[in-house]
């Protein structure tokens, strides 16, 4: 094998390659510290330095270290440990599936300037925190992992819009949403089936239109 081949598998100087981390990775470690806090294991500022951490890391050895000193996920074989987060996305949809994982009880996300997207699969706590003050929302949820059969998604947003996409024959209702001089758009059925997600969708927003809907193509 010449030099250059052996540059590609190990990096310079022969040390290995960083693998990078995908948004998928970085949200499923942001979730298992949402956990250990609940759980009493971090503290406020623990947990806040952690998440900053996490959505910051580019590779996934920034982000092991994270939950280096937690306990494996409760339900889960002690000898997989803290190994399973190493394929997050893999380790979240067996969770959801009844390994153990059911995501924290509520998640907030805060938009910045140029505004938040969650797309793809992503894990969906049952409250669903939303703030934003001038940025635009996305959630995609078509594609998440959802263990819950209904899910709170509290807005608190001033200026810019929220886009929610919902998985095909879920349910939602904004009953409990409050706006003041933005604008409402339901395009999915708001009666529950009780065989499907259902989405509440609650808080307030000041400018700026709300869509609920579905994947392009199904409305």
Do not use: C
């Not at 094998?1 to 998928?24: Q, V």
């Not at 409760?74 to 000898?79: I, L, N, Q, V, Y």
């Amino acid at each position: 094998m010449d030099a250059s081949a052996d540059n590609t598998a190990t990096g310079k100087a022969g040390e290995p390659i960083a693998i990078r981390a995908s948004n998928a990775e970085r949200e499923t470690y942001a979730v298992r510290l949402q956990e250990a806090f609940a759980e009493g294991r971090l503290d406020v500022g623990e947990l806040d330095d952690r998440l900053a951490r996490a959505y910051a890391a580019k590779t996934i050895a920034e982000l092991t270290p994270l939950v280096a000193d937690l306990p494996p996920i409760a339900g889960t074989p002690a000898a997989a440990g803290q190994a399973s987060l190493a394929h997050p996305q893999a380790a979240s949809i067996a969770a959801a599936n009844g390994a153990g994982l059911h995501g924290p009880a509520k998640l907030r996300l805060q938009a910045g300037a140029m505004g938040l997207e969650r797309s793809g699969n992503w894990l969906v706590p049952r409250r669903l925190v939303v703030e934003s003050k001038y940025g635009s929302v996305k959630l995609d949820l078509a594609s998440a992992t959802i263990p819950h059969p209904e899910v709170e998604v509290a807005l608190d947003i001033k200026y810019g819009g929220i886009d929610i996409i919902l998985p095909p024959d879920a349910t939602a209702d904004i009953d409990g949403f409050h706006s003041k001089w933005g604008w409402q758009s339901l395009k999915v059925p708001s009666v529950r089936t009780g065989r499907s997600l259902h989405v509440a969708i609650t808080g307030t927003n000041k400018y700026g239109p709300v869509t609920v809907r579905y994947p392009r193509g199904l409305w």
